[in-house]
């Protein structure tokens, strides 16, 4: 296993058009997160998926934002009708269901939306 | 509401001396917490967790203090080594037990200089 892996690594974007970004866990992690971060913050808690089950969705995602874990294996973000405000670091990482080995964090997607 | 603390300025040090980094937390009372590291383009990557009943931990040239009276961790590196600059972010856990995810601070930049 080579560890989190996200798709695309960058993404440049007009205004309006709709994005969907990928992620592939570790395989024997049950948990799956998404985060957002901003340039000089730390990185903010969007979602997260035990298997399948999306179980918690933080009030920054809008009603533009949706994830998905079909089958409990990858996870899609897609984000609607971007605006310059999602501009960001999107970051995915998994875990075992208790999370006392850390998260492990794949490099990140970065969307620029022009 | 919960809040963490990590000191937005960089921390400027010399090659050779020990890198001293703190984290605060409010109206909190967690059962661990997490330190990760992350460099300029990538996602952060997991260093040391640390339990509300352990006062210390260690790894290799790595220390980590949790004092749950101050609520503060603080978190050194000895001998610091330019390859050691980078940004350093602690975590803690929110929500209900078994359903918790991880809260961030805005992390900390360290510079270590040769």
């Known amino acids: 296993d080579t560890g989190v892996s996200q798709d695309p690594r960058h993404k440049i974007t007009k205004r309006g058009q709709n994005v969907t970004f990928r992620c592939d866990p570790i395989?024997?992690?049950?948990?799956l997160y998404w985060y957002r971060q901003t340039l000089g913050q730390g990185p903010e808690f969007l979602t997260y998926?035990?298997?399948?089950?999306?179980?918690?969705k933080s009030r920054l995602l809008s009603d533009r934002f949706s994830a998905e874990r079909p089958k409990g294996s990858f996870s899609t973000l897609e984000i609607q009708r971007t605006e310059q405000g999602d501009s960001a670091m999107y970051l995915c990482?998994?875990?075992?269901?208790?999370?006392?080995?850390?998260?492990?964090f794949g490099s990140g997607t970065r969307l620029t939306v022009v | 509401s919960q809040k963490i603390e990590q000191n937005s300025e960089a921390l400027n040090i010399q090659e050779g001396k020990t890198a001293t980094l703190t984290c605060n937390y409010t109206?909190?009372?967690?059962?661990?917490l997490q330190w990760y590291r992350q460099d300029p383009g990538r996602g952060p990557v997991f260093l040391l967790l640390?339990?509300?009943?352990?006062k210390e931990k260690r790894k290799e040239r790595l220390k980590v203090t949790f004092d749950t009276t101050l609520k503060q961790s603080l978190f050194h590196i000895t001998a610091s080594q330019p390859a050691d600059s980078a940004t350093y972010l602690c975590?803690?856990?929110?929500?209900?037990?078994?359903?918790?995810?991880?809260?961030f601070g805005t992390g900390t930049r360290l510079l270590v200089s040769p």
């Open positions: 990482a998994s875990s075992l269901w208790d999370s006392l080995h850390g998260y492990t």
């Open positions: 395989s024997e992690h049950n948990r």
């Open positions: 998926f035990q298997n399948e089950a999306q179980l918690e």
């Open positions: 109206n909190y009372s967690p059962a661990y």
């Open positions: 640390i339990r509300e009943n352990e």
């Open positions: 975590a803690l856990p929110f929500g209900v037990t078994g359903f918790q995810k991880l809260v």
